[in-house]
């Protein structure tokens, strides 16, 4: 049964700040639990399919996340993926955890700050596509202030990530969605396999977060709290 879309004292829906942005993984999730989102990124973000400003998500947020209900931040993973560690050994990049945590915790609104499994964030809820059906495994690490998340059973993978590894294709129920080189799946396996269609653009899907994640962060949110308060 579909639930009914939550609204608040005012009339409206609730509103979800957006942070890092990049094309709406994350706020597509939080759209198909209930919430009207606003996305913040330092760079045009054509395919976005909510209201966007293009801005510092440090500084926007300091300015204006006390307006918004619920926010999420996904900051940029580059310094603690698994690629920097390994190929990418010795790359500097900035690190934006620490600087969005201090202002969302002053902002004394509820927030997550979503990251890879490796970035110095406490562990309150770890997600895997497998928990969601999905064609990917993506771990993602989400640090939870002001709201209790129920932590899915981490399911048993099913087998191998699809793909060439050292000149040898393996199937598999899953694929590899990050980077340009091939034997990663078709920008339409891809699409199915995140749960993404509305943007066709490699770069823009290896840089998202599948919106099942935030669908369940997000309907829980509004379930538990709801918007009686509001």
Known sequence: MTQPTPIRRDGHRPRLLDLFSCAGGAG???????????????DEQPN??????????????????????FIHASPPCQTHSTLTKGTNKGREYPDFLGPIRDVLTGSGRPF?????????????????????GLGVIRHRVFEVHGVTV???AHRPHRGRVAGMRHGQWYEGPYYAVYGEGGGKGTVAEWQ???????????????????PAYTQWIGAQFLTREGMAAA
């Open 112 to 132: 997550v700050i979503e990251n890879v499994a490796g970035a110095p964030l406490r562990r309150d809820l770890v997600l895997c596509g497998e928990m969601f």
């Open 192 to 210: 199915q396999a995140m749960g993404i269609t509305w943007t066709n653009v490699r770069r823009e899907i290896a840089e998202a977060i599948p």
């Open 150 to 152: 129920q932590q899915p």
């Open 48 to 69: 976005y399919p909510f209201g966007h400003h293009v801005a510092d998500a440090v500084e926007f947020a300091a300015e204006h996340a006390a307006e918004y209900d």
């Open 28 to 42: 597509t999730g939080y759209q198909r639990a209930g919430f009207e989102v606003t996305g913040v990124d330092i």
